[in-house]
């Protein structure tokens, strides 16, 4: 749910003439809140309603009546059982776009509803399943597609009022069709929603492959690389929470199999291992119900973003031998966090860097760099500059060794972030960045010495 200040306005919808008190009172039987009527409420219609595949039945009633319809019968259908209980809701017309980034030939239908003070975005329609020529499948995982976050949802959902996506900055139709396209995987697993959408909207992004939605998650993505290409040598950090215990989890690359037992256990569910890509760029994260030896894949990556023609036609000046011994050289990091190949090999000529910052693995997107110490070791009592555009909402602070901290509150008028500090305490130095009032993570890393 998200915090709304709005005023409900009702929308409209066709007549009805059934009384569907009788259904709506059994469906939230039981239920001791409005979130619990609404969530019934959700799965009943994607549990009992078919989608019309002859698209000839848009009313509630009729909906109800033959237990399918297209997208605006099953929000009526909603709509109604909903009122009968107390519950607010307004269907949401606008333009949807497929997982394969095909936008629909007609329009769509979706819901908001309204529970004073929160509001709450769903697709009963999503949610019940799919229709692949001209049969419709049912999703045994029917909550991807509910209380979904906004930006998730504007990203295959494009309202005609841009006042219904629900976002502080709305995006506009062109943006929209050049974005890639949301899917069920993305809520299924957890995937950091914020980040993703940030990522999106600046067209920097091409997912790995996530498969599997339609089904309960056996794990919950926590923290992986968000980018489909890896290459072969370097280091990668995962971290996946496991919410079914039935299951087996391991990393597949090339001929190894790095299964949990082999993570590090950090509690609670969770496991985070960093490993090297061997052999080859094709790398999966996958499960195996103990049953067989089969394995379902559930992360698939595939080929490397550089190849090593990349050297004779000079568009990755970095994969020079000039620069093998250079620490902390995490390329493609630095070129998400706004360096460049050829900016980064200039500063390292100029500056004689032997060993760069270490940027965290997934996290270089988190911010465009305009000037930082490109040094990783500082210098006690010296004084240095950070300036850097955040790349969200995001509070960012610098911490020295966990014991001093300093945040970082001035801006410019562009929303440039700034500060001058001096180190004080010998050890390691973070620059850090706290996303939805969580714990903050580390973004960049330094080693202050005397």
């Known amino acids: ?100 980034g095909k936008i629909g030939p007609g329009g769509h239908a979706w819901l908001y509803v309204d529970l004073e003070g929160w509001g709450m975005l769903l697709d009963p329609t999503w949610g019940a399943g799919h229709v692949e020529r001209g049969l419709f499948t049912r999703n045994s995982y029917i909550w991807s597609w509910y209380d979904v976050d906004p930006r998730l949802m504007v990203m295959s959902h494009l309202p005609e009022q841009a006042e219904d996506q629900f976002i502080a900055s709305p995006i506009s139709r062109e943006e929209f069709e050049a974005m890639i396209p949301a899917s069920s995987e993305w809520a299924t697993y957890r995937l950091d929603i914020e980040r993703l959408f940030h990522l999106a909207r600046r067209r920097r992004i091409e997912l790995p492959e996530l498969l599997g939605g339609d089904k309960p998650p056996i ?134 860097i032997q060993t760069l910052p270490a940027i965290s693995t997934n996290y270089g997107d988190m911010l465009r760099i305009v000037e930082i110490p490109m040094h990783y070791h500082l210098k006690r009592g ?14 960012w602070a610098i911490i020295e060794s966990g014991k001093r901290w300093h945040f970082i509150t001035k801006a410019s008028a562009d929303g440039m972030l700034y500060i001058d500090i001096s180190p004080s305490i010998v050890g390691p130095l973070y620059l850090m960045y706290n996303s939805q009032e969580q714990h903050y993570i580390s973004c960049i890393t330094y080693e202050v010495v005397t």
């Open 219 to 352: 794990i919950e993505l926590v923290d992986i690389p968000l980018h489909r290409h890896l290459n072969v040598g370097r280091s990668y950090s995962f971290r996946i929470k496991l919410l079914d215990t039935r299951y087996n989890i391991a990393l597949i690359n090339y001929r190894n199999i790095v299964p949990l037992e082999q993570w590090q256990d950090e509690g609670d569910g969770v496991y985070h291992i960093r490993y090297t890509l061997q052999g080859t760029p094709q790398l999966n994260i996958a499960c195996n119900s103990g049953r067989d030896n089969r394995w379902s894949v559930v992360v698939s990556y595939h080929k490397p973003t550089t190849s090593e023609g990349d050297i004779e036609k000079g568009d990755n000046p970095l994969l020079s031998p000039e620069f093998r011994n250079v620490g902390n050289l995490q390329v493609e990091e630095w070129r998400a966090a706004g360096l460049a190949p050829e900016i980064l090999a200039r500063l390292i000529r100029e500056q004689h």
């Open 1 to 100: 749910m998200f915090a709304t200040d709005r005023a409900f306005k009702q929308g409209w919808v066709h007549p009805s003439k059934e009384n569907y008190q009788p259904l709506a009172e059994s469906i939230v039987a039981g239920c001791t809140n409005r979130r619990d009527r609404v969530r019934a409420i959700y799965a009943w219609i994607c549990k009992n309603i078919e989608y019309d595949t002859t698209y000839t039945i848009y009313h509630a009633d009729e909906c109800y009546a033959e237990r399918r319809g297209v997208c605006q019968a099953y929000c009526e259908l909603f709509h109604y059982i909903a009122k009968c209980v107390g519950i607010k809701s307004r269907i949401i017309s606008g333009i949807s776009k497929s997982s394969k």
């Open 382 to 395: 010296e004084s240095y500059t950070f300036k850097f555009y955040p790349n969200n909402d995001s509070k």
